[in-house]
């Protein structure tokens, strides 16, 4: 029954996971940068954004002409729905890529700080949970979309600590204070990007449950 | 939606000979609140509609167990009288169906003519009434005296509505109301119900998912003769919780 509509919404479905996978390697690329002290990735995490915005002009046309089509229902309404919310995350995981891209230009200029190790393991983190919210609605797997929920004031807290520390570095040293600010840049756009991780999440959870877990936190999953 | 209930079916079975078509359906229609009964052709949600006006033990061969009340009178009881209760419960079907000999005024006064209603400025009065609720008034005002099977056909389902609404029933039936309509004549329908809502209980059978959702408060989804699920329509479109709900809304069942 209804092969169209599953076809139409597997299409949306692959098309969303390409945009995913494009944001995960623009994330990548630009993370990347301030550990190996290189910009080789630059230009391709400018392309990638291109793809990205393209991608979510497509997807959202897609959606809009499935909506006008089937009048989708249930859990196919919620899945076009948590779509059109996602491309809108994800175009934004691509403009802070390329944010960080400048930043880390930036700071590669100027005198380097011990610290940046430490970014790039908030990096990691928010990589993990770009990549778990992800293939939570790849595997529709509303339990690790709850664990990438809880992920997120993990990376609130790091920013905090790092930013703190930052400051400090800065007050103490002040031939520090370019590389520091565009440290400090390079974590916000990082917890912007664990915000927008989340975001999908709650998606993911709303498209397989119906449950709306936005503001107040999402209930344990019952298969924990 | 109010929730005091004007209509209850417990245990409705519903036959014909040995065939049990409904098996003991209980369901509670609340004060001015329009329901939806959706699910596949023979599922028997027409079936459980003409249960409500005992239209269903006019079929040949066919008998209703189970009870069924209205504002607390049984419309099963022995002492009852069907052709009484109707007046109680209009019924609009899927074809709309003016008598053909009669003219637009005559179809709409018909129900009151039949209570004995003679008074011509009474019957003018009622009539123009039920034709502005049924928002048919401004279209016909001029030609009452042609015949009704004159209309088009979105007109001729309002003026069936409207020969309902003559006899001031508290609950109307509609079994498929616009299946036979065109848009615009639909979204008129549509729109009398939300208006009638406001004064009346409606139970309407459809087979448009998308009207169910538009115009009812609640929905009852029927399968094989019992109901799968039943609760608020806006939970049933978004996040139903029944299975087979799910698939059948979505049209991957039925």
């Known amino acids: 029954m209804n092969r169209q509509l599953d076809l139409a919404l597997d299409g949306i479905r692959k098309r969303l996971l390409e945009m995913g996978t494009a944001v995960e390697q623009s994330v990548e690329d630009a993370t990347q940068a301030l550990l190996v002290r290189s910009v080789d990735g630059f230009e391709r995490v400018r392309e990638t954004e291109t793809k990205i915005n393209r991608l979510q002009v497509e997807i959202d046309q897609e959606c809009v002409e499935l909506i006008a089509q089937y009048t989708p229902v249930a859990r196919d309404l919620r899945l076009v729905i948590a779509a059109i919310k996602m491309t809108m995350d994800l175009e934004r995981m691509g403009d802070q890529a390329m944010n960080i891209t400048h930043c880390v230009k930036d700071y590669l200029k100027e005198t380097p700080i011990d610290l940046s190790l430490r970014l790039s393991a908030m990096a990691l983190t928010c990589r993990r949970m770009i990549a778990d919210s992800l293939d939570s609605f790849l595997r529709r797997d509303e339990s690790l979309a709850r664990k990438v929920l809880l992920r997120d004031d993990e990376v609130d807290s790091e920013r905090d600590a790092i930013v703190k520390e930052l400051l400090e570095i800065m007050r103490k040293d002040s031939s520090k204070v370019s590389s520091g600010l565009a440290l400090i840049l390079i974590a916000r756009n990082l917890e912007r990007l664990g915000d927008h991780a989340t975001n999908i999440a709650e998606d993911v959870i709303y498209a397989s449950s119906g449950e709306d877990v936005r503001h107040v936190g999402a209930k344990p999953s019952e298969t924990e | ?254």
């Open chain 2, 1 to 254: 939606m109010n929730s005091k209930n004007l209509l209850v079916t417990k245990g409705l079975k519903a036959f014909v000979a040995d065939f049990e078509i409904l098996h003991g359906i209980d369901l509670a229609v609340g004060e001015r609140e329009v329901v939806a009964l959706i699910g596949p052709s023979g599922c028997g949600k027409s079936t459980f509609l003409r249960c409500l006006n005992r239209l269903h033990e006019e079929t040949e061969g066919a008998h209703v167990e189970g009870s069924v009340v209205l504002e607390g009178i049984e419309l099963y009881d022995r002492k009852s009288d069907p052709v009484a209760l109707r007046r109680r419960i209009g019924m609009v079907f899927q074809k709309p169906n003016p008598f053909p000999s009669m003219s637009v005024f005559d179809n709409v006064a018909a129900g009151i003519v039949l209570q004995g209603v003679k008074n011509k400025s009474v019957l003018q009065e009622a009539v123009e009434r039920s034709l502005r609720q049924a928002a048919l008034w401004d279209e016909v005002k001029d030609y009452l005296d042609r015949p009704g099977t004159s209309l088009s056909g979105g007109q001729q389902q309002r003026l069936c509505i409207a020969r309902a609404l003559t006899v001031k029933p508290p609950v109307l039936l509609m079994d498929e109301p616009t299946s036979a309509l065109d848009p615009i004549s639909t979204a008129k329908i549509e729109e009398l119900v939300a208006h009638l809502k406001e004064q009346m209980t409606i139970v309407v059978v459809t087979h448009n998912m998308q009207q169910a959702s538009r115009i009812s408060d609640r929905t009852a989804f029927f399968l094989y003769g019992n109901v799968v699920e039943y609760g608020a329509t806006r939970e049933v479109f978004t996040t139903p919780k029944n299975r087979k709900t799910e698939e059948y809304i979505t049209g991957r069942f039925g």
